[in-house]
């Protein structure tokens, strides 16, 4: 059975909340958490984006669980070395807690802040292997000077991490996790049917990614009344479901919600698993759990995080123990 992990929203909620809500899912049963690393939220009525390097710390000290995260290497927003450095620090105060990261290419709605250019998806998947090749390399404790894409020089971590921390590459599409296949340390996608899901897995394993874990973020939205579910799948996460290119290339909240605004409420359902009934929901985890992932990352969209977190930990957390 894979690995059932807790969401850590940052765009939706305060850090502060956020450490609340991972202590009790902890207790509830869920066996990890994963979370977002954002600068901006989708748009501006979420109304948060805690940095999450600081926020680790507090919830590792805060639980015993392993924690996980997608970030961007590609040297806009952060520059590989000091991600490196973020890493290392956390895996050498919490050996074993930060098992894997995602990396990914990006989106400009977060990358855009330091006024550097956004290049098309080809570039971007290149600095991301260039930027995971620098973060690898200091994880073993190798000095790094190199001149490409990206620019490093001289840069060496003296405080290593006490394991390894393997790096994942993100993908929603097969072209992606194909090119991922060849070098990552495994993949997480994301997605809205088992048998579109399982067609990115495939394409990981025929680039080369054969034998090596894969992960799934499931969007879903669960309230006591399906009224209920579908009206905070609307609220919350219209603004991440426009597909297409349009999530990596608008540039601010302000434009994910006007974007957004043609958006009906029913069509919530295309990418979010939106139910009241556990039952449903259940099924549905069954179903990918099936493909043989390593995690399953249980993302509520909705606001009521504590009466789900309880809800899951009652009466669907046990049937996958």
Known sequence: ??????????????????????????????????SSDHYHPWAPSQGHSGFVWSWLGAAM????????LITVPGGWRYHPAVLAQAVATLGEMFPDRLPWIAVGSGELVN??????????????????????????ALLRGEEVTRRGRITVSEAKLYSLPRRETRLVGGAVSEATAEWLGGWADGLLTVGRGPESVRKVVEAFRRGGGGGKPIYFKMDLCWARSEEEA????????????LGGSVNWDLRTPAEFE?????????????????????????GWLA??????????????????QEAFVDAFGERVLPQFG
């Open 258 to 282: 006007a974007a957004a605004r043609f958006v009906r409420p029913e069509d919530c359902r295309d990418a979010i698993h939106v139910s009241s009934d556990l039952g449903r929901l259940a």
């Open 111 to 136: 990358e855009h802040i330091t006024g550097g250019e956004w290049p098309e998806k080809a570039e971007r998947n290149e600095r991301l292997r260039e930027g995971a090749e620098v973060m690898r």
């Open 61 to 68: 000290q805060a639980t015993s669980l392993p924690f996980g």
């Open 230 to 241: 579908l009206r905070q799948a609307h609220e919350q996460w219209r603004f991440n479901i």
């Open 287 to 304: 179903e990918y759990a099936e493909i043989g992932f390593a995690g399953i990352d249980l993302h509520n969209v909705g606001t009521d």
């Open 1 to 34: 059975m894979p690995l059932l992990t807790y969401h850590a929203s940052h765009e939706q909620f305060p850090p502060s909340r956020l450490v609340d809500l991972v202590r009790r899912a902890e207790a509830a049963g869920f066996g990890g958490v994963f």
